[in-house]
């Protein structure tokens, strides 16, 4: 059974191939001026449909709009969508809307009723997905490969443009402190790690002194190593 979505005079010729042609079972279902406010009753009506014909021509929705309604559809009762759209332009919104989400399923309702129904029934019977020969799909296919590519560069930029400009604000971060002070700070930095050496080493000391009688010896070796420690943390001969 097929569900066409539209008007039940003006898509009357293909209601005529579909029952004389494919011998199909037809229902129509009058399309609504907002999808959005239909997508439930489109959803009861299509209840054991193996595919539902879209007049995209009778809805005011943008293509991202009206496309996002079909694909959610045909995710939920699995009914193969078909779409009536006035042109073969390969830069239509409607077209690269429903290309994007792998909806390859259209019929240019500019051509004359018996291209229409040609269509039509390559469609359902799978020549289309079977041979892919379709100009004006492999066209606004490109189209939409395009926009990806042109999406991505222009992401790729702003990502370079961020990086760029987090690396100008760091240089000028350190060129304010000037040498004198990032040379302080790292003067600080060696000396905190010294004093934390040397306060876990006298810890250490006093650790042994309450544990060994040759607390004497036991101090001087450990001074010993503690000031080869330092030695070897600031880079010298010890």
Known sequence: MILCVGDSVKLGHLREALEQRL??????????PDIRRQENDILLAAQGTDAIIYDTDAYYNDGEELIGVIKRIWRTNHAAPILLVPTDNPKNEIVKAALAVQIKNIINVALSPGEQKDQLEKILTGYYAANGDREDIRAAEDEVAEDTRTL??????????????????????????????????????????L???????????AMLALLYDNTRELLLQNLQQLWQEICSMLGIGG
């Open 23 to 32: 011998h199909q079972e037809v229902t129509f279902l009058p399309a609504a």
């Open 195 to 205: 004093f934390g050496a040397v306060s876990i080493a006298l810890m250490a000391i």
């Open 152 to 193: 991505t560069s222009f992401v790729g930029q702003l990502y370079d443009a961020k990086q760029r400009e987090e690396e100008r604000e760091h240089t000028v971060i350190v060129r304010k402190k000037g040498t004198p002070q990032v040379l302080l700070e790292a003067l600080g930095t060696v000396i905190r790690v």
